[in-house]
C-alpha cells in the first residue's frame, strides 16, 4: 500500500465513513487520512452540509398528516379482511405471526446477516441429512425433502393452488395445506413456499419446480408444544428459518396474483424469464 | 388472525408519512406526491397476501412508491422535466425576496434534488433522509451496492454545487445555527 498516502480519498470513501458504512479497521484508516487533510475536511465538510440540509427541509416532511382519503382506503382494506379471514384465507403462521412481527424490527439487512448463520447453522440449504430432522419429526403425514409424488395432496396444492388459498387434505384429521406465495430464485427456479396444518402442527416448506415435477428443498415442522426432542422447533423459529432460507436462494418479489395464476394455467411450462 | 391482519394494517398506517416524504422527494412536488402515496397504498393492499410476515414492510413499501414512480408515473408523463423547468423559475422568483428560510428554502432545496436525475435522486432520499443502509438501499432498488456508492457520492457532490451556485454563502448549509441574510 505504498500508493496510499499518496492517493486521494474518493468520494465514495468520504462518503462511506460519514454513512458509517466502513468496517472498524477500515474506518479507522480513513478517519486517520481525514485528520491529516485538509482537503479531505473540507470536502467532508461539503458533504456533511449537504445532509444538514437535507434533513432540515426534507426531514421534517415526515410529520405532515396523512392524506384522510388514504387512510379510510386503508381502514376499509382491514375491515374486508378480517370479514373474509373467517372464510377462506388462512393464518400465515397463527400464534407466530406476531413474532414474526416483531422480526420486522430488524433492519433487513441485519437479518439477512443473522439469517446466513442461521441456515448454516440448519444444513446450508439443499437436503442436508440434518434437515431431515426438522422434516419428518416422526410424523408419517409430513413432507419430507425431495420429490413430491404426482397426485399427492400436497403436489395438487403446488400444482393448482393459488397463494394464501387453503386446501382441505383432511376433514377429519383438520389437515389442510395452502401455497404461501410463489417467487423466483436467483438462479432462475420457480419455488413456492408452503404451509402443511394440522391439530397439532404446522409444517412450513419450499418446493421448486424441477423439469415437470416438484421437489421439496426446506421443510421445518413447529408444533404448538413443542419440546426440545420431539423434533421439532418453536413457531417463530420455524418461521424465520423458513425465511432465511428463501434470502439464500435470492428469491425475487414474489409474484403477484395475475402472474401466478399464469404460471398456474400454463402448467408452470413456458417460464422465461 | 384478525389481530395478524389488524397489525399489519396498523403498521401500514404509521408508514404512510415516510412513504409521504419520500414520494415528495421522489416527485418534488405535493400533488404529484399524494397520487404517487395513493397509488403505492393502493398497489400494497392489492399485493397484501404476497408480503412475506417477517420482512421489512417499510422497505417493501418503498420499493413498491419508487417502481410506481419510475415504471409507471414518470415515464408516460415525463414530469421530471416539466416539473424541473417549471420550478427553476418558481426558485428565482423567491429567491430575492428571501424572508427566512423553512418553506422557501425547501423549495429551493426541492428544485435543486430535480436537477440530479432520478438514479442519484432516489439514492441519495433513502440514505440520507429515510437513513437507509447501503444494502437496504441496494435490496429496495435492486442495484449493487458498489452502485449506490458511487450514485450517492455523485449525487452529495452535485446537490452541494447546486446549493452553492445559487448561494455565494456556501456556508449556510453547513452550520445550522447561524442565519444569512
Given at each position: 500500500m505504498s500508493s496510499e498516502n499518496q492517493t486521494r480519498l474518493s468520494d465514495e470513501e468520504l462518503c462511506a465513513y460519514l454513512d458509517g458504512e466502513l468496517a472498524e479497521t477500515e474506518r479507522a484508516r480513513v478517519e486517520a487520512r481525514i485528520t491529516h487533510s485538509q482537503d479531505a475536511q473540507a470536502r467532508l465538510n461539503r458533504l456533511v452540509g449537504v445532509d444538514q440540509v437535507l434533513a432540515r427541509t426534507l426531514g421534517p416532511l415526515d410529520q405532515e398528516p396523512v392524506p384522510a382519503h388514504v387512510l379510510e382506503m386503508i381502514e376499509r382494506s382491514k375491515q374486508e379482511a378480517v370479514a373474509r379471514a373467517g372464510d377462506n384465507v388462512v393464518p400465515l403462521g397463527g400464534a407466530s405471526a406476531r413474532w414474526r412481527k416483531n422480526a420486522a424490527a430488524f433492519p433487513f439487512s441485519g437479518a439477512m446477516a443473522a439469517g446466513l448463520a442461521l441456515a448454516i447453522g440448519l444444513g446450508s440449504g439443499f437436503g442436508l441429512s440434518?434437515?431431515?430432522?426438522?422434516?419428518?419429526?416422526?410424523?408419517?403425514?409430513?413432507?419430507?425433502?425431495?420429490?413430491?409424488?404426482?397426485?399427492?395432496?400436497?403436489?395438487?396444492?403446488?400444482?393448482?393452488?393459488?397463494?394464501?388459498?387453503?386446501?382441505?387434505?383432511?376433514?377429519?384429521?383438520?389437515?389442510?395445506i395452502t401455497p404461501v406465495m410463489t417467487f423466483q430464485t436467483a438462479d432462475g427456479h420457480i419455488c413456492r413456499e408452503f404451509s402443511y396444518d394440522s391439530a397439532e402442527a404446522q409444517q412450513r416448506g419450499v418446493a421448486c419446480r424441477e423439469g415437470p415435477s416438484w421437489q421439496v428443498?426446506?421443510?421445518?415442522?413447529?408444533?404448538?408444544?413443542?419440546?426440545?426432542?420431539?423434533?421439532?422447533?418453536?413457531?417463530?423459529?420455524?418461521?424465520?428459518?423458513?425465511?432465511?432460507?428463501?434470502?439464500?436462494?435470492?428469491?425475487?418479489?414474489?409474484?403477484?396474483?395475475?402472474?401466478?395464476?399464469?404460471?398456474?394455467?400454463?402448467?408452470?411450462?413456458?417460464?422465461?424469464? | 388472525m384478525s389481530a395478524n391482519l389488524t397489525d399489519w394494517h396498523d403498521e401500514l398506517v404509521l408508514l404512510i408519512p415516510r412513504v409521504r416524504r419520500f414520494a415528495l422527494t421522489l416527485t418534488g412536488s405535493a400533488h404529484d406526491a399524494d397520487d404517487l402515496v395513493q397509488a403505492t397504498v393502493e398497489k400494497a393492499l392489492v399485493k397484501r397476501e404476497q408480503f412475506t410476515p417477517g420482512t421489512n414492510l417499510r422497505g417493501w413499501l418503498f420499493r413498491i412508491c419508487r417502481n410506481l414512480w419510475i415504471d409507471e408515473w414518470r415515464g408516460p408523463r415525463g414530469k421530471t422535466d416539466e416539473w424541473d423547468a417549471e420550478n427553476a423559475d418558481h426558485v428565482q422568483t423567491i429567491d430575492g425576496e428571501r424572508v427566512t428560510s423553512g418553506v422557501l428554502e425547501l423549495a429551493e432545496v426541492t428544485a435543486a434534488m430535480n436537477t440530479l436525475g432520478d438514479d442519484k435522486r432516489e439514492v441519495l432520499a433513502l440514505v440520507a433522509v429515510e437513513g437507509y443502509s447501503y444494502k437496504e438501499v441496494s435490496e429496495i432498488l435492486d442495484i449493487p451496492v458498489g452502485t449506490v456508492m458511487s450514485r450517492l457520492a455523485r449525487a452529495r457532490q452535485a446537490l452541494a454545487d447546486q446549493l452553492s451556485l445559487r448561494n455565494s454563502d456556501e456556508s449556510r448549509y453547513g452550520d445550522q445555527s447561524r442565519e444569512v441574510n
Open positions: 440434518e434437515m431431515g430432522r426438522f422434516s419428518s419429526g416422526g410424523d408419517p403425514a409430513l413432507q419430507a425433502i425431495g420429490p413430491v409424488e404426482d397426485g399427492s395432496p400436497l403436489h395438487a396444492a403446488l400444482e393448482h393452488g393459488q397463494s394464501a388459498v387453503a386446501r382441505v387434505v383432511s376433514m377429519e384429521e383438520g389437515t389442510s428443498k426446506f421443510t421445518v415442522a413447529s408444533s404448538a408444544s413443542s419440546t426440545p426432542d420431539d423434533g421439532y422447533i418453536p413457531a417463530g423459529s420455524a418461521l424465520l428459518a423458513v425465511d432465511i432460507f428463501i434470502d439464500t436462494l435470492g428469491a425475487g418479489e414474489p409474484f403477484g396474483r395475475e402472474q401466478e395464476q399464469q404460471l398456474i394455467s400454463d402448467s408452470w411450462a413456458g417460464l422465461e424469464w | -
